[in-house]
């Protein structure tokens, strides 16, 4: 079983930037990628950056591939490892509860290629 934990949500203004990471902890030998999804009130759930974790490949929205910046951490602990998702030049659009999933899969933009999910990390954006 793998745990997921996000933290780095908070209030940023508009044309700020944050950071975002995720602990993942557990059985992580097996997972393949580690990726972002965000939802607002409302709204559907959607992708937003996915990383590989062995391999550079990574897989941007299209809404925030200019803007946003997923990386991980090379540690040799095969037990934890940690994804941060860098955020720039926040919208009041990219306001919304980010949760972070991982994946037996080369990374991909649908939910059903993920197996575990965060409890999700709240980003407000003031306009």
């Known amino acids: 079983q793998v745990q997921l934990e996000e933290a780095g949500g908070g209030l940023v203004q508009s044309g700020g930037s944050q950071v975002l990471s995720c602990a993942a902890s557990g059985h992580t030998a097996s997972i393949s990628t580690i990726g972002w999804f965000r939802q607002g009130p409302g709204k559907e759930r959607e992708f937003v950056a996915a990383?590989?974790?062995?391999?550079?490949?990574?897989?941007?929205?299209?809404t925030v591939k200019d803007r946003f910046t997923i990386s991980r951490d090379n540690a040799l602990d095969n037990a934890l490892y940690t994804v941060y998702l860098h955020m720039n030049s926040l919208e009041h659009e990219d306001r919304d509860e980010y949760y972070c999933?991982?994946?037996?899969?080369?990374?991909?933009?649908?939910?059903?290629?993920?197996?575990?999910w965060g409890q999700g990390t709240q980003v407000t954006v003031s306009s």
């Open positions: 999933a991982a994946s037996f899969f080369n990374p991909a933009d649908s939910e059903d290629s993920y197996v575990g």
């Open positions: 990383i590989s974790r062995k391999e550079d490949r990574v897989k941007y929205a299209d």
